[in-house]
Structure formats: structure tokens, C-alpha cells
């Protein structure tokens, strides 16, 4: 997601593009994660001197502290997702995705959900006071992510699925389309498959109609507050993050609209993409 501080999400540094101590800083938090890509708000933090290094200093002990993947689990689990009506047989074998086409989507569809509602959740207790409980669950599993197909630049995407994605990117804005409304990565990265993102805006466009998206969005907004309350509880140290480093992170977690949009529609797309 991109803010008044950050660059849009597809001229952000990509980490092909990080080099030195923001690419060791890259590969930290890949490894702190559990995750096989950076998403937007790292390669923005890029953008502020000094932001990328202290926040993630600042977060790193969150993540270390295995709470961050039960919190959002919590998040998704109490949520209503605005999933789409299910597809029919052979909706997706027309729309060209096969067996192996489908394996690879919800890699990374799963790959984006645990780096969004992740960064989601942890970013949140860098800029709420703690409340509530502090979180004492047993750590999960480490996922084991098979290697995804890369994301496509801009240029490498032709002007019919181009055109596609910049209707996607208004899924989650009830009513007119905003003028300042961004591509998220998740999108680009699928379109590899045009088929399939024509079903994705097909199939959401009608819960964004009915308010069912916006709905979905402020409740995983509101859930995501109070777990990051909780884990504001283990004490991050951010007295050394620049005030614009702040002011991004708090712009990325502090709406309905913001990182909480995607992280409710990535949720809702891998439910719908289940066998």
C-alpha cells in the first residue's frame, strides 16, 4: 500500500533491486517471517532515511516472539470474509487455469496473506498503546513454500491485463472510484493468469456493491487493532524510528482502507480458490 510518504507499490524498490544493508535487511525479515517476498510497506520504509533499519529493529522481537501468525490467525478466524459465490466445475479450467496453474496461485496468494496480515497485526503494536492481554501462544508451524513464479514489472504485462488490474484496485472502495487508490502487489503478481484475474473482479464486484467488502474490511481492521494492543504488551523499542517512518506505518495499519483491504480480500480469494 502506498501513503502520502510512500511510493505507489509498483515503483517501489523491488528487492531484485535491494542492495548492501537494505538487502540484508530484506533477507532478516524474509527469514523473521517465515515468508518467501517482501511486500510494499518494507520497499516503502526504503524510501524514508533510516526507516526501513529502526522499524524493523523496532518489530523484529514481535516476530521473534512467535505470537504475530496466532494473532492473525485470530483476526481471520473471527472475521466474515466477503468470499464470492463459489465457482462451478470447469470455471477455472476455462478461464486456462489447470492443476498446476492453481497450485501455483494460492502460493502466492498464501505468500501475500501471511506477509500482509502479518505486518498487519505487528506493525499495529508500533503505534497503539498496549491494552488487553498479552498474547502467550504456543508458536506455529514454519510454512514450506515451494518457489513462485516472480512478478511482473509493469512493462512485461500486456495492456488488456493491465487494463484489469486497474479495475481490481478498486475493490475494496465502496461507491466512486477513488482517484488515489493503488495497485497492491497480490494483483500484479497473479498476472501471470488474465483468466483469473477477470474471475477475481467478476467475482468480488458484487459484494463490493453491496457493501460487503467495506464491511469485511472494517471488521478485520478493528480485530487487527486490538491484536496489536496485545502485542504492543511485549514492549517494542521505537524511540529511534524517524517521525516519518512512524507516520507511514501508522497511515498502513490506521484504516479500513489501508493494508487491512488487502489483507480481507487476499483472505477471502484463498477461501474461494479452496478445493
Keep these: 500500500m502506498a501513503g502520502r510518504l510512500g511510493r505507489d507499490p509498483v515503483s517501489a524498490i523491488s528487492e531484485r533491486g535491494a542492495t548492501g544493508e537494505t538487502a540484508t535487511?530484506?533477507?532478516?525479515?524474509?527469514?523473521?517471517?517465515?515468508?518467501?517476498?517482501?511486500?510494499?510497506?518494507?520497499?516503502?520504509?526504503?524510501?524514508?532515511?533510516?526507516?526501513?533499519?529502526?522499524?524493523?529493529?523496532?518489530?523484529?522481537?514481535?516476530?521473534r516472539s512467535g505470537q504475530v501468525a496466532p494473532a492473525l490467525a485470530r483476526v481471520t478466524a473471527a472475521a466474515e470474509l466477503p468470499v464470492p459465490a463459489p465457482l462451478v466445475p470447469g470455471?477455472?479450467?476455462?478461464?486456462?487455469?489447470?492443476?498446476?496453474?492453481?497450485?501455483?496461485?494460492?502460493?502466492?496468494?498464501?505468500?501475500?496473506?501471511?506477509?500482509n496480515?502479518?505486518?498487519m497485526v505487528a506493525l499495529t503494536a508500533l503505534v497503539v498503546p498496549p491494552a488487553g492481554e498479552q498474547p502467550?501462544?504456543?508458536?506455529?508451524?514454519?510454512?514450506?513454500?515451494?518457489?513462485?513464479?516472480?512478478?511482473?514489472a509493469q512493462e512485461a504485462i500486456d495492456p488488456a491485463p493491465w487494463a484489469l488490474l486497474n479495475e481490481i484496485k478498486h475493490l475494496g472502495y465502496q461507491g466512486a472510484r477513488r482517484d488515489n487508490?493503488?495497485?497492491?502487489?497480490?494483483?500484479?503478481?497473479?498476472?501471470?493468469?488474465?483468466?483469473?484475474?477477470?474471475?477475481?473482479?467478476?467475482g468480488f464486484v458484487p459484494l463490493r456493491e453491496d457493501g460487503g467488502i467495506v464491511r469485511g474490511?472494517?471488521?478485520?481492521?478493528?480485530l487487527a487493532?486490538?491484536?496489536?494492543?496485545?502485542?504492543?504488551?511485549?514492549?517494542?523499542?521505537?524511540?529511534?524510528?524517524?517521525?516519518?517512518a512512524r507516520k507511514m506505518i501508522a497511515a498502513y495499519v490506521g484504516s479500513p482502507?489501508?493494508?487491512?483491504?488487502?489483507?480481507?480480500?487476499?483472505?477471502?480469494l484463498a477461501r474461494w480458490l479452496k478445493p
Design 117 to 119: 496480515g502479518m505486518n
Design 25 to 63: 535487511i530484506f533477507a532478516d525479515i524474509r527469514a523473521a517471517m517465515e515468508i518467501p517476498l517482501i511486500t510494499s510497506i518494507w520497499r516503502s520504509l526504503y524510501d524514508v532515511e533510516d526507516g526501513l533499519a529502526t522499524a524493523w529493529r523496532a518489530v523484529k522481537p514481535i516476530y
Design 136 to 152: 502467550d501462544d504456543p508458536a506455529s508451524a514454519a510454512p514450506i513454500w515451494p518457489e513462485l513464479r516472480p512478478l511482473l
Design 217 to 222: 474490511c472494517q471488521q478485520v481492521h478493528e
Design 91 to 115: 470455471q477455472l479450467a476455462c478461464a486456462g487455469i489447470g492443476a498446476d496453474d492453481l497450485v501455483a496461485v494460492r502460493a502466492i496468494v498464501d505468500a501475500y496473506n501471511r506477509s
Design 225 to 244: 487493532q486490538a491484536e496489536g494492543a496485545r502485542l504492543a504488551q511485549l514492549g517494542p523499542d521505537t524511540s529511534a524510528m524517524p517521525d516519518d
Design 181 to 202: 487508490a493503488v495497485l497492491a502487489t497480490l494483483w500484479r503478481h497473479l498476472a501471470h493468469w488474465p483468466g483469473l484475474l477477470a474471475l477475481i473482479q467478476t
Design 257 to 268: 482502507g489501508a493494508v487491512a483491504h488487502m489483507v480481507t480480500l487476499g483472505h477471502a
